[in-house]
């Protein structure tokens, strides 16, 4: 593995820049919130929970030093979202650079998954990266001559991973919007990228999505956690033999967001050690969870009269 040491960035090459970042209490978005405020930027964090975010800011003040800034915000709102904008604008005066990372996720099965579940995840992740990132520009970059937004994906809409269907939906909307916001606001001097994580180390995604907590079948639960054994399994089909961890997404969103990536805009850069090349599709290696499928068409194909594949493929 690389050592610490030998990914270092220049020291405060994110001085002078302010930075919001959304879901940034925990996981991924903590991750990158840590790594800012070690290169210099000042942080502003948002989610539901104020305790979350404000124990955040004070921890990750105390270990590394800087300044983190708690709010509290549903992405989805979005006059809320614009008065948090308004009065960062006024405490900070700028926004330069978002990073959209909030999102809610879990394993369903489409055909039971209830409306309002695929809305929420619908609107949480897409519309709101949309209503962060039209603030954003309208309320700073638009002043300011410019900015920077990250939006973090995931790669399971590449193959269309089972059980993923409302978190694939809305994460492939958001690999669009990166484009067209990218075409829309180059000119404005606004670059607009995209992080596809991999499986990463610790995190509520590695926990809610472990396959030994999937739907089988009809939206049943199995019972045990995801344990070493299963990990082992999963690390043993990623190309590079490993799961990632925060400071893998965490500095690849510090490159896309440095004048080194001035000419990259547009595009979304898988950090996943090249797991979707060979388990993007990862629960169907899990042998219950593809039993519960093929057994879902083998039924509903009975109730047919209709056993083999014929005249309806
Ligand atoms: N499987 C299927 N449906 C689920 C579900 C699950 N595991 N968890 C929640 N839902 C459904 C709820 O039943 C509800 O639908 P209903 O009204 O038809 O019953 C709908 O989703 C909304 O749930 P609710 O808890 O009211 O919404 P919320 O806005 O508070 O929570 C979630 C959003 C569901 C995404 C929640 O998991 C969350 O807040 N997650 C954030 C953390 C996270 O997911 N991290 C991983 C990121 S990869
Ligand atoms: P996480 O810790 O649960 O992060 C999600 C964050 O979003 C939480 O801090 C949550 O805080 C916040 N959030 C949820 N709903 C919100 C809302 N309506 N408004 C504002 N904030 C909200 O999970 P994670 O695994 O680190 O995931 C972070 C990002 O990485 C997500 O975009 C996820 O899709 C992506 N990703 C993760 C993995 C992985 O392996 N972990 C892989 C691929 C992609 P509150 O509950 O306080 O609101």
Same mark, same amino acid.
């Given at each position: 593995m690389v050592s610490d040491a030998a990914m270092s960035f220049t020291r405060d090459c994110l001085k002078g820049k302010v930075a919001l970042i959304t $879901? @940034? @209490? #925990? @996981?991924i978005g903590r991750g990158i919130t840590s790594r800012f405020m070690e290169l210099g930027a000042q942080t502003i964090i948002v989610s539901r929970k104020y305790d979350r975010v404000k124990s955040t800011a004070e921890e990750l003040e105390k270990q590394v030093g800087g300044s983190c800034y708690p709010v509290q915000g549903d992405v989805r709102d979005y006059n809320a979202i614009g008065k948090i904008f308004d009065h960062v604008m006024e405490k900070f005066n700028k926004v330069d650079i978002l990073i959209n990372c909030a999102a809610g996720n879990f394993l369903a099965m489409p055909d039971k998954l209830s409306y309002n579940a695929f809305r929420t995840v619908m609107e949480i992740d897409a519309h709101g990266s949309f209503i962060c990132s039209q603030h954003a520009f309208n309320k700073s970059f638009s002043k300011i001559g410019g900015g920077i937004i990250i939006n973090i994906s995931m790669t399971l809409h590449y193959t269309g991973a089972l059980l993923q269907t409302h978190a694939g939906t809305a994460k492939a909307g958001i690999d669009a919007m990166t484009k067209h916001l990218a075409a829309e606001w180059g000119p404005c001097g606004v670059r607009v990228n995209g992080v596809a994580p991999g499986p990463i180390a610790g995190t509520a995604g590695m926990s809610k999505l $472990?396959? #030994?907590?999937? +739907?089988? +079948?009809?939206g049943t639960s199995k019972k045990n956690d995801a344990g070493d054994d299963e990990l082992d399994q999963l690390t043993a089909f990623i190309p590079l033999q490993r799961l990632g961890n925060q400071k893998d997404i965490a500095n690849s969103v510090v490159f896309l967001c440095l004048p080194e990536a001035s000419f990259i805009t547009g595009h979304t850069l898988v950090v996943d050690g090249g797991t979707w090349l060979t388990a993007g599709n990862f629960a169907v290696l899990d042998t219950a969870v593809r039993k519960a499928w093929v057994e879902r068409g083998k039924a509903i194909r009975a109730i047919a009269n209709d056993t083999e594949f014929t005249s309806k493929l």
């Open positions: $879901g @940034g @209490g #925990s @996981g $472990g396959t #030994s907590k999937a +739907p089988v +079948p009809h």
